[in-house]
């Protein structure tokens, strides 16, 4: 089987319906046909200032949700970042492997750091990008699914495989993103221009899946759309429609052609209603089922711990070999 791996931070909260739809789901499809490596990333999330206690639930909270959205502990290896120590210490090696300008050239960075202001940046936000070529190559995975957003960060992967492997003999797997077309990009609900997400999203623009249903419900109904009223899906001139489409047809895998036709001549409020009704159905099972794996940490631990110890056992693997490689005198 093909190995798939990919992480989510844990710094939010709640999931968004950006997350979920960019990549959890894809994670929940590809545990049935890849072997499949998960993680919450809680090494990522200490990149902006974190409090321990409300990290330590975040973490826990992040792995209720990724079983609640349908992760199986006996089809997949869900486990917590900072559970494998070598991602940390291969990170280091491919620190030493990148040059200072090509790190500087991550638009994540750019961004995240041009939000905080650029004296409070970390340098870990600005290595970040280089502990998740660790986090892929560890693993040795073939495809990593994630939103757009991480195009450039699998790119850099592939590089620094490439650099490896060219300088020190074939150590490394060269992964490639798994994007899917659809669902690569969700947008902000208030502002179809830029993607949803819980550093740069408002309030009423970011649908995070633990919140009330009724909050849901009410930012659907008052996502922008245009001053129009025909439903189409086209991205440049109807981004909000679009979005919305988008978001209907992937949780009801109705396509989008059938929804433009069963809401012809009706207007945006049919679409929105409906729509409202559709995440309600979905947030709330969802909301429950993470409530249950939550209320029995003990039961939530273990699998954990159990997900641990299967990644670790890859890890530490490639870990030796990559160090042996590297000229690292072995330890007796
Ligand atoms: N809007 C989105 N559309 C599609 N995919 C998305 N992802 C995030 N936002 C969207 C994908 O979700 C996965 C987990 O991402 P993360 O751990 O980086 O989550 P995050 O940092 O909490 O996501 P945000 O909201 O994007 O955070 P900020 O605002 O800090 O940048 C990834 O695969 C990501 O692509």
New binding site residues.
């Given amino acids: 089987r093909p190995r798939v791996l ?4 844990p ?2 909260g709640s999931f ?1 319906l ?2 979920y ?3 959890v789901r894809q994670w929940v499809d590809l545990q049935e046909t890849h072997d499949a490596f998960y993680m919450v ?1 809680d090494l ?1 999330a200490i990149t902006l200032p974190q409090d321990p206690k409300e990290l330590r639930a975040n973490t826990r909270l992040a792995a209720a949700q990724l079983l609640a959205a349908g992760l199986d502990p006996d089809r997949c290896t869900l486990f917590v970042q900072s559970h494998v120590p070598e991602h940390a210490q291969l990170a280091w090696v491919m620190n030493c492997l990148t040059g200072f300008g090509e790190a500087s050239r991550m638009t ?1 960075f750019k961004d ?1 750091s041009a939000r905080q202001g650029a004296d409070r940046a970390s340098v870990g936000l600005f290595t970040y990008p280089i502990l998740q070529v660790a986090d892929i190559l560890l693993y040795q995975a073939n495809e990593v ?6 195009r450039q960060h699998i790119e850099l992967t592939r590089d620094l495989a490439e650099r490896f492997n060219g300088r020190f003999g074939e150590t490394f797997t060269k992964p490639k993103p798994y994007i899917l077309k659809e ?5 902000d609900l208030q502002d179809p221009s830029i ?6 999203s408002t309030p009423k623009g970011l649908i995070n899946l633990l919140d009330e249903p009724r909050t849901t419900a009410k930012k659907v109904k008052s996502a922008v759309t245009d001053t129009d009223t025909v439903i189409r899906y086209d991205v440049v001139e109807k981004p909000g429609v679009s979005n919305l489409l988008t978001i209907y047809s992937t949780l009801t895998g109705a396509d989008i052609p059938e929804l433009e036709e069963k809401y012809a001549g009706k207007g945006y409020g049919a679409l929105k209603t409906d729509l409202a009704e559709v995440m309600v159905d979905f947030v709330t099972p969802f909301k429950e089922r993470t409530q249950q794996y939550l209320d029995d940490p003990e039961t939530l631990d273990a699998i954990l711990a159990k997900g641990a110890e299967k990644a670790r056992a890859v890890a530490a693997e490639t870990l030796a070999q990559a160090y042996e490689r590297v000229g690292f005198l072995p330890a007796k």
């Fill in positions: 990919s992480g989510i931070q710094t939010a968004h950006g997350n739809l960019g990549a990333v990522h994540q995240k699914p994630v939103g757009e957003d991480q669902t690569a990009k969700i947008y993607k949803m997400s819980k550093s740069a």
